[in-house]
């Protein structure tokens, strides 16, 4: 009985041990000084998933992997580096998947191509159905 009390208080205090304690890190959640890389950055950080949340963007996201990212995504555009160059290196990193707009190659054809074959499907569905109608 005491085993599966202390056994359960672990498993429903998992989620307080989530967090790290530790500070943010400096770009988390500071705007960068120049209105337009902070607008390039902020339009980056909309496209980028949340690891640890999965449903949100990072720019959405109060995990601390979520603030770490935007704070990397800060540091890179205040030190001149391009949108697309920052993404690449997120997706180098973390996989396409961080991306809520995957690259087109041979893993991620499927992503591409699955919502053009349902519809594909569905019309044709759609024109037998009517056929028989007729």
Known sequence: MTRAFLLLAMVAAGPVAADSGLPPAPLAYTALPDPAQEHRARALMD???CL???GQ???D???DLAGDMRAMIRARIAAG???DTVRAWLIRRYGAWVSYRPP???ATVVLWAA???FLGVGAWIARGS???RR
């Open 115 to 117: 919502p053009l074959l």
């Open 52 to 54: 640890v949340c999965q």
């Open 81 to 83: 580096e391009r949108p």
């Open 130 to 132: 009517l056929r028989r």
């Open 57 to 59: 963007s990072i720019a």
């Open 61 to 63: 996201s109060d995990a």
């Open 104 to 106: 087109l190659d041979l």
């Open 47 to 49: 496209t980028i998933r």
